[in-house]
């Protein structure tokens, strides 16, 4: 399907990712106020959700048939695209882990999406694993046939085992063919890219510092780093940490590819729910957006989204940031559920990480209340 191009508007374009929204059967209210407030107040030119737009542990929906499953799902698909048509925002997606395991198929997914007259993503192509591996173009004021910027989301697939499965080589070669292709269009010169996926690479644990054991606020690794204890380098990565990046065990060399014609930008991710920090591991800068939705934990009222603001005059020069709960949503405050629940462990790791960091016989107090409020929710929804 022929779409219309996006291009810069006088100058500028703005681009927002929204990550984690994590529900299953429509979204919460205080999930699209907050949304909803952050594209009133940015007025993006454009959208990226980056995965985990859907709760894969089927919570919500338990108890009901195929069909009533299937149609609470898309249903929960249908209000996050519905904040973008109300406002004419084009908009495109990346699947993450839990949707890949919720109960709707992954092709089911994407077609609730690709349904959309605003939705830019585009089918992988053939041969190429995962949903919607894509490079949208987005052109300069003046139109013609070379972008000046490129925006790739990649399908970072699911969990495998203990850990998360790694991209497929097929793909990493796809994003280079792809960047090459586009070269040859511009008299050989790389165009400035952008890229998303959900899970993080590994190389994003170049913005910590590992520390001794014992270290106030340290956490321990997660996989390739169980037994190692790392803190934020605030020096190079402007933002909050709330736990350790959680990338699959193999590497599969997508930032090696990303820096060997230095067109790359900057790779930016969901995932880990509580990190909102950005900065420069080798030239090539690496991010976070923290978790939009209140079905799952966060960091509190730091839940958001993240912006980027391009200068068609200098594009490698864009501005980032995170726009937060506290920012958008005034004095209002979270519900104990939400709270309490922000403190329920995700794995073995991060309950050792959140023992390690916190007063134990409150954090077990705390942890106890917080078991009785998720049961509770469990059976009221």
């Known amino acids: 399907m022929d779409y219309p191009t996006i291009q810069f508007r006088s100058g500028t374009f703005k681009l927002m990712q929204i990550s984690d929204v994590q529900d299953l059967r429509g979204i919460l209210p205080r999930t699209k106020e907050l949304i909803g407030t952050a594209l009133d107040r940015e007025r993006p030119d454009f959208v990226v959700l980056t995965g985990d737009q859907l709760s894969g542990n089927g919570r919500k929906i338990w108890f009901a048939g195929k069909e009533e499953k299937a149609a609470r799902i898309k249903q929960t698909i249908?209000?996050?695209?519905?904040?973008?048509?109300?406002?004419?925002?084009?908009?495109?997606?990346?699947?993450?882990?839990?949707d890949h395991s919720s109960p709707l198929p992954d092709d089911e997914q994407a077609a609730c999406y690709m349904a959309s007259g605003l939705c830019r993503?585009?089918?992988?192509?053939?041969?190429?694993?995962?949903?919607?591996?894509?490079?949208?173009?987005?052109?300069?004021?003046?139109?013609?046939?070379?972008?000046?910027?490129?925006?790739?989301?990649?399908?970072?697939?699911?969990?495998?085992?203990?850990?998360?499965?790694?991209?497929?080589?097929?793909?990493?070669?796809?994003?280079?063919?792809?960047?090459?292709?586009?070269?040859?269009?511009?008299?050989?010169?790389?165009?400035?890219?952008?890229?998303?996926?959900?899970?993080?690479?590994e190389e994003i644990i170049g913005l910590f510092k590992e520390v001794p054991k014992g270290t106030k606020g340290a956490y321990e690794g997660l996989r390739n780093y169980s037994g190692k204890y790392f803190v934020l380098n605030e020096d190079l990565?402007?933002?909050?940490?709330?736990?350790?990046?959680?990338?699959?065990?193999?590497?599969?060399?997508?930032?090696?590819?990303?820096?060997?014609?230095?067109?790359?930008?900057?790779?930016?991710?969901?995932?880990?729910?509580?990190?909102?920090?950005?900065?420069?591991?080798r030239g090539l800068t690496l991010g976070y957006a923290p978790s939009a939705g209140y079905n799952a934990y966060g960091a509190g009222r730091r839940r958001g989204v993240r912006v980027f603001e391009f200068n068609e005059n200098n594009i490698g020069g864009y501005q980032t940031k995170i726009i937060t709960d506290g920012e958008l949503l005034g004095n209002s405050r979270l519900g104990l559920g939400t709270r309490l629940f922000d403190l329920t462990p995700t794995s073995i790791g991060d309950a050792k990480n959140k023992l390690r960091r916190a007063a134990l016989p409150a954090l077990l107090i705390l942890l106890g209340i917080a078991g009785i409020v998720v049961l509770k929710w469990i059976i009221e929804n």
Request: hydrophobic share 35%; proline share 10%.
């Open 121 to 201: 993503a585009q089918e992988s192509p053939a041969g190429i694993p995962g949903y919607a591996n894509h490079a949208l173009p987005i052109y300069p004021c003046s139109g013609g046939d070379v972008p000046a910027l490129l925006v790739y989301c990649l399908d970072s697939h699911t969990a495998l085992g203990g850990g998360y499965k790694p991209l497929d080589p097929a793909q990493v070669e796809w994003y280079r063919n792809t960047r090459d292709a586009w070269a040859e269009k511009n008299d050989g010169r790389p165009i400035p890219s952008l890229l998303f996926q959900h899970i993080p690479v």
């Open 78 to 98: 249908r209000e996050i695209v519905d904040l973008l048509e109300a406002r004419g925002i084009p908009f495109t997606f990346t699947l993450g882990n839990h």
């Open 237 to 281: 990565a402007p933002g909050f940490c709330g736990e350790m990046p959680s990338s699959p065990d193999a590497n599969a060399g997508l930032f090696e590819a990303a820096l060997e014609r230095g067109e790359m930008l900057g790779m930016f991710f969901g995932h880990d729910h509580t990190n909102g920090f950005h900065g420069k591991v």
